[in-house]
């Protein structure tokens, strides 16, 4: 059975820093590229950052200088670093993996977590 759990929300300040982790299970990570989404309350779900199946990233201009992506293939598991973190960055933060080499967007995902929450305040 396919699943993605993301992990490492909550409450921070401005400026703060977090890291979010989407372990996955059921399917080889290797073979998917792996995307972070977000979505803030009346907001459409947005794009963040996207890992290829090589290592490849790519990042939102909201958020580039900001934040990382990293992967750790053995463990299953992709990481967004979030540094100097701002209060329009408060949303539910969710991992995706999609098929292929890189991010298609939010409807070319094949599988989805169910999300952890990020607030930005203070």
């Known amino acids: 059975q396919v699943q993605l759990v993301e992990s490492g929300g909550g409450l921070v300040q401005p400026g703060g820093s977090l890291r979010l982790s989407c372990a996955a299970s059921g399917f080889t990570l290797e073979d998917y590229a792996i995307g972070w989404f977000r979505q803030a309350p009346g907001k459409e779900r947005e794009g963040v950052s996207c890992?290829?199946?090589?290592?490849?990233?790519g990042y939102a201009d909201s958020v580039k200088g900001r934040f990382t992506i990293s992967r750790d293939n053995a463990k299953n598991t992709v990481y967004l670093e979030m540094n100097r973190l701002k209060p329009e960055d408060t949303a539910v933060y969710y991992c995706a993996a999609e098929l292929g080499y890189f991010c298609s967007g939010p409807t070319g995902m094949d599988y989805w977590g169910k999300g952890t929450l990020v607030t930005v305040s203070s």
């Open positions: 890992i290829s199946s090589d290592d490849a990233s």
